[in-house]
T-cell receptor
Framework: NAGVMQNPRHLVRRRGQEARLRCSPMKGHSHVYWYRQLPEEGLKFMVYLQKENIIDESGMPKERFSAEFPKEGPSILRIQQVVRGDSAAYFC?????????????FGPGTRLTVT | AQSVTQLGSHVSVSEGALVLLRCNYS??????LFWYVQYPNQGLQLLLKYTTGATLVKGINGFEAEFKKSETSFHLTKPSAHMSDAAEYFCAVSDEYGGSQGNLIFGKGTKLSVKP
């Protein structure tokens, strides 16, 4: 059973470009969480999605950031008009159900560098 | 709001020595607590978690942690360090009572080095 997959693993964008990060959850998992890890910081929650629904986006910046988890295909985290401060590692995690009693399985992350 | 403080961003121990990684939390409700490990260029892996019941929790790879409500602590220990334990360790707390959504609040992490 393949784990959580994220691609690309490394992404370099110039300021003002768009970044698209993809996350394929584990088979059978319909809940996806996105976290951001800034240098020397812990992971910060961004958004929680179920299939076709955003459940909680309280950790996501109001502008330039969006996320989706369509009925078919991976979850996408989209950052428009990237700035240097967006440089970070972005992790997604999936679980079979909501709630902390269900383990979140993390992907290897996408390391975004904005030049 | 919940928060997590990990004391010591870097900890170095000798192989075979005791590992102690400190974690204190702040929560207005009974917390759910977690320890994750991150190896270089990999995602996080759950080591152990405390939800309810026994306050001494055993995890994978010989690690354990004890929930001490009076000290608001959840320190991670391992009696004898192995070279393969070198990694970064994150303590986390659920962000609401019962963790109905599962969002986690992480500490800044502690990098563990193991000397031969």
């Amino acid at each position: 059973n393949a784990g959580v997959m994220q691609n690309p693993r490394h992404l370099v964008r110039r300021r003002g470009q768009e970044a698209r990060l993809r996350c394929s959850p584990m088979k059978g998992h319909s809940h996806v969480y996105w976290y951001r890890q800034l240098p020397e910081e812990g992971l910060k929650f961004m958004v929680y999605l179920q299939k076709e629904n955003i459940i909680d986006e309280s950790g996501m910046p109001k502008e330039r950031f969006s996320a989706e988890f369509p009925k078919e295909g991976p979850s996408i985290l989209r950052i428009q008009q990237v700035v240097r401060g967006d440089s970070a590692a972005y992790f997604c995690a999936s679980s079979p159900n909501s709630g902390v009693l269900y383990e979140q399985y993390f992907g290897p992350g996408t390391r975004l560098t904005v030049t | 709001a919940q928060s997590v403080t990990q004391l010591g961003s870097h900890v170095s121990v000798s192989e075979g020595a005791l590992v102690l990684l400190r974690c204190n939390y702040s929560s207005s409700v009974p917390p759910y607590l977690f320890w994750y490990v991150q190896y270089p260029n990999q995602g996080l892996q759950l080591l152990l978690k405390y939800t309810t019941g026994a306050t001494l929790v055993k995890g994978i790879n010989g690690f354990e942690a004890e929930f001490k409500k009076s000290e608001t602590s959840f320190h991670l220990t391992k009696p004898s360090a192995h070279m393969s334990d070198a990694a970064e360790y994150f303590c986390a707390v659920s962000d609401e009572y019962g963790g109905s959504q599962g969002n986690l609040i992480f500490g800044k992490g502690t990098k563990l080095s193991v000397k031969p």
